[in-house]
């Protein structure tokens, strides 16, 4: 019997790759990739693992804003290309099939986000997934974008995290805490967020986990699976 495709899922911090680190473990076929936050740290990542060692599939995980009132925090999108043989599999799961924009910086306000939403049409925003899933096709590999949705589009970020960002596009840890510590009165909303965040990543970590964890020969090779959205992020 053929050995499940080498899956490759990408996250651009280590508190997103957490939700899938003891799943991976257990799963030879599956490998983690942190890129680091953004367009840049994104494109050097994903090229550099794909020269590497090139997998079967690729998926761009981890959070994203919402840009859609009517799908909550928690809500697990997927935007993949025709055929993506995970994509039924996700979708059983409880993926929905939706459409990112890929910023090239965090949307903090509700309002900002709503408009972005009205604008391009997506679902969802976030920062890395156009540049690995540009470089999958490059290469002629199968890709996908399984994202859960952290803030809502009516919400506003406790923090514009931004703001902490540093030049290389990493975030500057101390910065962050000395910025709590001047503004008290914000750590109880970054608190209540951070709670927001557990779930979402539960969420995320059931639907991967479904999908990547029935993974096998049967299901999960390039000629099967036919449920993809056609769309690109």
């Known amino acids: 019997m053929d050995a499940p495709l080498e899956i490759l899922v990408c996250f651009a911090v280590t508190q997103e790759a957490d939700v899938l680190r003891p799943l991976a473990a257990k799963l030879p076929h599956v490998r983690l990739l942190l890129t680091g936050v953004g367009r840049t740290n994104a494109t050097q990542a994903i090229h550099a693992e794909l020269a ?31 055929g993506f043989p995970l994509t ?39 920062m890395e997934s156009a540049v690995i899933r540009a470089a999958c096709r490059a290469r002629g590999l199968p890709s996908a974008t399984v994202r859960v949705i952290s803030d809502a589009a009516d919400e506003d970020l406790p923090l514009d995290f931004g703001a902490f960002i ?11 805490v000395w910025a709590l ?4 009165g914000r750590v109880s909303a970054l608190w209540s967020f951070r ?5 979402a990543q539960q969420r995320l970590a059931a639907v991967l986990g479904s999908a990547l964890g ?13 449920g993809a959205t056609g769309k690109r992020s």
Do not use: M, W
Not at 94 to 123: M, W
Not at 166 to 176: A, E, K, N, S, V
Not at 181 to 184: E, F, K, N, V, Y
Not at 195 to 199: F, P
């Open 88 to 126: 039924p599999s996700l979708q059983a799961a409880g993926a929905l099939a939706g459409r990112f924009y890929s910023s090239d910086r965090i949307i903090v306000s509700a309002r900002e986000k709503q408009a972005l939403g009205r604008e391009t049409g997506a679902q969802a925003v976030e």
């Open 214 to 226: 029935n993974c096998a020969p049967a299901n999960c090779s390039t000629a099967a699976g036919s």
């Open 181 to 184: 510590a001047r503004s008290p």
């Open 195 to 199: 709670k927001r965040l557990r779930v």
């Open 52 to 82: 590497r060692q090139a997998p079967g599939l690729v998926l761009s995980s981890g959070f994203a804003g919402g840009l859609d009132s009517a799908l909550p925090t928690g809500t697990v999108l997927i935007e993949a290309d025709p």
């Open 166 to 176: 540093t030049p290389d596009q990493r975030l500057d840890h101390l910065r962050l």
